[in-house]
């Protein structure tokens, strides 16, 4: 079929982004790295976090080889797979790696710049971070539809089985980088929250020295883990939510309109990936709107912040309704109103998360004033603060996809067929529409760790007080941020998720008829399974809750959530412990560390956590891609529909909960730090690092990972199909 003239902006865009990346990484290089002992700090880092990347990348590396064995015998051997899988697989692996490791080199390369800026004022620190982080955001959409692009131009070339099949297809791709992006995440946080744990509970609650002090043998590992969890690991994350929620909803609107011409289907394909590329457009322009004034307070701040999102968010509500619309698709303006309910909640959840993580506002407020009487106070009011703000998201979410569903298909209450197809098509656009503006959302959130490290590079070198109070705001903000980023990816992953599961549907109808397997209608006649429409499916596979399969299946989804959130947490918990015992070893055995009068062996802590996360990763990233299989072979069609609905339900509110919650207590322990309660050192003070101490798995190693979780155990269910199909 010929591609139209339109679809050629999305890999202009593209360039575009990738060009605006170089363009910010090229400027952020030009800026001063300051003091000999600030580059001797920063070069500490990088070595570190480019040295782990390197062997997690070799890690992963195996792990894609043998999955693309498996998908190479079930294309060509058994027969019951597209046989460009394997390879869009390792290309969304390999672009998913990609974006995380540009985002890493330029936020090793970016601390000590910050640092260095904030020596001339808090406005020039932030936007020496920001724009790196900027980075980071277009890197991944401009690398994301990159990869869509060049696949949608091959598939349209070579596969001749129309629309349906290149869009499934397209989605194994997403497999790739969701798998990349759960190695990334996991390992990534199991390494950084390890040397965080060990460091902070030595050096400031034993020890009673300052956060990132250079007496503290695990502050460089610390540093580095900022990098290869919260950099590396989030862009991996962001760039497959990124592609899953683009590539799902054009595989849901090539069967929504499959009954029109192959014309109007087209642009229902091409959609969501022009939408993408007009997002990139506006995410520069909020990017350079981003800026804030000497002495700032907080809320200043995230205004300076917010201004730029927001700008983004409408410009692009404005502009989908001009795209549907010259697109000609029918019912235009009501998709559009679909984008803007995923907008719209976007908007909303990371207000609630700003709300319950920044110590701005009364929740992390109460949580620093619970450490006047202890840190098991501290605890429990941060877990119930964490439980309670689960409540705004998930009704939020609920909304968005009522309102979404129903927007595309003009309300219809009969849930036809095609009212349902439509309704799904919605709910997929609407998540689009959430990260459309992924330029600047992004930005926001890799601006964190940046901060952090300019923070830790400033405290290290002795930059002094004032500097050090201007790196503070900028860390402060950067926890801020970081808890909205994560809010806002966990949300646009559960109407991923969702629009997956329908996708899901698609590629068994494919995989049956590749098999040759008839289906029996709703009248009892046997069909193609092609011609299955979704009452025929739901009806063949008795997918309803009276059905102990899906049942079952439920259960696990649901029992998968805590186990691989049980199995990440020990997994920081052990590597801790041997933190905190060499960290011991070495103030009890180096003489005049405590003293600064010897040098801290920094390279055995940076071992211990790069050692613990490539061991530590592997069984539960290996855990989520073996569940789908099982529940595939054994359950049938109806367990693993049960398995996706209970994973994403129980896996979108844990995950909230973790991330808020420990949101709050890092939060509670910076407002403590700045005075308030007794402020550094005081009796309040250790009470809230134990509290941040607990939080740290809870937000940067379990609760980030869990929306990679029920993505990628949907694309395995997609991908693994026809293996369903053929233990049936």
Not at 165 to 178: C, D, E, K, R, V
Request: hydrophobic share 50%; proline share 3%.
């Amino acid at each position: 079929m010929i591609i139209p003239n339109v679809f050629w902006l999305v890999p202009i865009a593209s360039v575009v982004a990738l060009g605006m990346a170089f363009f910010f990484f090229r400027q952020m290089m030009g800026e001063d790295e300051g003091t000999p002992r600030m580059r001797e700090i920063a070069l500490y880092v990088r070595k570190g976090a480019m040295a782990y990347l390197k062997q997690q990348y070799k890690v992963v590396g195996i792990v894609f080889v043998v999955l693309c064995i498996l998908f190479a015998f079930m294309a060509y051997g058994l027969h019951v797979q597209n046989p460009w899988v394997p390879f869009a697989f390792l290309t969304g692996g390999f672009f998913s790696g990609l974006a995380g490791f540009f985002g890493m080199k330029t936020a090793t390369y970016a601390s000590a710049r910050t640092a260095n800026a904030a020596r001339k004022s808090l406005n020039a620190g932030l936007k020496v971070a920001f724009r790196s982080g900027a980075v980071m955001g277009l890197t991944v959409v401009g690398l994301g539809l990159l990869d869509i692009a060049i696949w949608f131009v091959v598939l349209n070339y070579f596969d001749a089985d129309g629309l349906i099949s290149i869009t499934t297809t397209m989605l194994t791709f997403g497999m790739g980088a969701s798998t990349q992006a759960l190695f990334a995440r996991v390992g990534g946080g199991i390494y950084t929250k390890a040397a965080d744990v060990g460091a902070d509970i030595v050096g400031k609650v034993e020890a009673d020295i300052p956060e990132d002090d250079p007496r503290n043998p695990a502050t460089i590992a610390d540093n580095v883990g900022d990098n290869v969890g919260d950099v590396a690991g989030m862009g991996a994350d962001l760039y497959e939510s990124y592609c899953g929620s683009v590539l799902s909803t054009a595989a849901l609107g090539a069967a929504a309109f499959a009954a029109t011409s192959t014309d109007i289907q087209l642009k229902a394909v091409i959609a969501p990936m022009l939408i993408a590329a007009v997002g990139v457009f506006l995410s520069l322009f909020g990017i350079f709107l981003v800026r804030t004034k000497e002495g700032a307070t907080m809320r200043d701040l995230l205004k300076s912040l917010s201004l730029g999102t927001n700008v983004s968010a409408v410009l692009i509500a404005v502009a989908t309704f001009a795209i549907l619309y010259l697109l000609g698709i029918e019912n235009w303006m009501w998709l559009s109103c679909s984008v803007i309910t995923g907008l719209v909640a976007g908007v909303i959840i990371g207000q609630a998360t700003e709300y319950y993580t920044s110590h701005s506002y009364k929740p992390t407020q109460k949580i620093s004033e619970a450490g006047l009487t202890g840190s098991a106070t501290v605890i429990i009011k941060g877990i119930g603060t964490g439980m309670i703000s689960t409540c705004i998201p998930v009704i939020t979410i609920g909304v968005a996809i009522i309102l979404s569903f129903g927007f595309a298909n003009g309300f219809d209450l009969s849930m036809s067929s095609q009212s349902l197809a439509n309704g799904l098509y919605g709910i997929g656009i609407a998540a689009v529409g959430m990260l459309s503006t992924l330029g600047i959302t992004l930005a926001t959130d890799a601006y964190g760790p940046i901060a952090d490290n300019a923070g830790g590079n400033a405290e290290m070198s002795e930059l002094g007080e004032e500097v050090r109070h201007r790196t503070d705001a900028l860390d402060a903000l950067g926890n801020t941020t970081a808890a909205t980023g994560k809010g806002f990816a966990i949300g646009s992953a559960a109407l991923t998720a969702l629009a997956l599961l329908a996708s899901y549907i698609e590629e068994i109808k494919i995989a049956m008829q590749r098999a040759g397997v008839m289906m029996e209608n709703v009248k009892g006649e046997l069909i193609e399974a092609s011609e299955a429409n979704i009452p025929d499916f739901m009806n063949y596979f008795q997918v309803n809750l009276m059905n102990p399969k899906v049942l079952v299946g439920a259960f696990i989804g649901g029992m998968a959530a805590f186990l691989f959130c049980g199995l990440t947490m020990e997994a920081v918990g052990r590597a801790a412990q041997k933190m905190v015992e060499e960290v011991r070893r070495q103030f009890r055995e180096i003489a005049g560390i405590l003293e600064g009068k010897a040098t801290p062996d920094y390279g055995s802590c940076v071992e211990i956590s790069t050692r613990a996360a490539q061991h530590e990763m592997i069984f539960p990233s290996l855990l989520a891609i073996a569940i789908p299989i099982i529940v595939g072979c054994v359950l049938g069609v109806a367990g693993v529909l049960g398995l996706l609905v209970g994973g994403l339900t129980c896996g979108f509110t844990l995950a909230v909960f973790m991330a808020n919650a420990g949101g709050a207590w890092d939060n509670a322990k910076k407002m403590v730090e700045e005075g308030n309660f007794g402020g550094k050192g005081s009796f309040a003070h250790k009470a809230t690092i134990v509290g941040d101490t607990v939080g740290d798995p809870f937000k940067d190693t379990s609760g980030p990972s869990l929306n990679i979780l029920i993505k990628l155990m949907s694309m395995v269910s997609i991908v693994m199909a026809g293996l369903t199909v053929l233990f049936m």
